[in-house]
């Protein structure tokens, strides 16, 4: 094992900030801040009174990009690069998956947690290492 | 604007601002901290770290309260049981992650690159939602 970029002061005040996100549509709104919940809703899911505040905070996290990037003049590699199929193929099965299980890093792995729900932690630990074996995988096994 | 919405869009900055400077939306930073074996980067652990140090406390506290500000009552999910749709849907949530870096919430904020790359994997994110919900019929 090799580490490398490891930036634990950017990465500890980011994790505040989503966890102040998290807390503040909870103590403001009463809602969880699951974003594949609060997405799939958002598109059709929740019912049609319920669909204007998820446009809001989805508008926020671009936003919140944008705001990020003011600050940053940068763009990751990754972000300029044409995807490859195996990420698109990926994201097909994000969407499925968290859809399919109830949600997401935010919904189970910060919400969930954070209400010591059963399903929420079994959720945060089964799609941990299910991304560790991939990427196991993809990069040591096939490459 | 209603309150709500503005607390959702308060919200929604903040995550969106966190995930971009923690890494979080950098799919190749989320590829190295799933490689253990090989170029580890440690970095997401502090960042869901940072998260729960300070949602743990807050959660248990403002759902003592009868309501939210807003006045609404708190929605929360009231399932219990693990289920295999759980346990097989956070499975394929996680290949997926770990094959294109992105979960939802790092996928949207990344928009903020306004690159047409992440917004073709955000749409394949959202067929495969689609998908999900049109055929399954579940939910």
Known sequence: MTIIDFTPVTGLLGGLMIGLAAIILLLGSGRIAGVSGVLAGAMGQASAGDRQWRWFFLAGLVIGGLLYLSFNDFQWGAAAATPAWPVLIGALL?????????????????????????????????????????????????? | MNKQNLVALVAGILFGFGLM????????????FLDLAGTWDPTLAFVMGG???????????????????????????????????????????????????????????ALSFASASVLMTVVAMLIGMAIHDRLLRLN
Request: hydrophobic residues 45%.
């Open chain 2, 51 to 109: 998260a729960l140090l300070i949602s743990v406390p807050a959660f248990h506290f403002v759902l003592k309260r009868p309501s939210a500000w807003t006045g609404g009552r708190f929605q929360l999910p009231t399932r219990k049981d693990i289920d295999s749709r759980l346990v097989a849907g956070a499975t394929i949530f996680g290949i997926g992650w770990g094959m294109s870096g992105y979960c939802p919430g790092p996928a949207l904020a």
């Open chain 1, 94 to 143: 994000v969407g499925f998956g968290t859809r399919m299980g109830n949600g997401c890093t935010s919904g189970h792995g910060i919400c969930g947690i954070s209400r010591f729900s059963v399903r929420s932690v079994v959720a945060t630990l089964t799609f941990m290492v299910a991304g560790f074996i991939t990427v196991f995988v993809a990069r040591h096994v096939i490459a």
């Open chain 2, 21 to 32: 400077l923690s890494g979080m939306a950098n799919p190749e930073k989320v590829m190295n």
